[in-house]
């Protein structure tokens, strides 16, 4: 059984950093691709950041790209969002996706449950 759960979301403060992780199991991580999306309050869910299985082309939405890292670590099965300057729009639960198939913004295999993510001004 594939299991994704999220983690280390909370409330903080414009400009403030905070790095988010993702645990995958059920055998699937090293063959995966991983992506990030976000929805905040009344909006649709976004993409926010891929990393391929290997570890190469971290792609990135143009809203968070310079302030967001993905990263993963094929040994303990994790993939990492850090986002630094955090600012009021970046408010959203944030979703941990992997695929083993698609890449980018159509990663949508298996979801985690969501991790709030809360940015006061």
């Known amino acids: 059984q594939v299991q994704l759960v999220e983690s280390g979301g909370r409330l903080v403060h414009t400009g403030d950093s905070l790095r988010l992780s993702c645990a995958v199991s059920?055998?699937?991580?090293?063959?995966?691709?991983m992506a990030w999306f976000r929805r905040g309050s009344g909006k649709e869910r976004e993409f926010v950041a891929a990393?391929?299985?290997?570890?190469?082309?971290?792609y990135y939405a143009t809203s968070v790209e310079g302030r967001f890292t993905i990263s993963r670590d094929n040994f303990n099965n994790t993939v990492y969002l850090q986002m630094n300057s955090l600012k009021p729009e970046d408010t959203a639960v944030y979703y941990c996706?992997?695929?083993?198939?698609?890449?980018?913004?159509?990663?949508?295999?298996?979801w985690g449950q969501g991790t709030q993510v809360t940015v006061s001004s």
């Open positions: 990393i391929s299985k290997s570890g190469t082309g971290p």
């Open positions: 059920g055998r699937i991580f090293s063959t995966a691709n």
């Open positions: 996706a992997a695929d083993r198939t698609n890449w980018g913004t159509k990663i949508r295999e298996y």
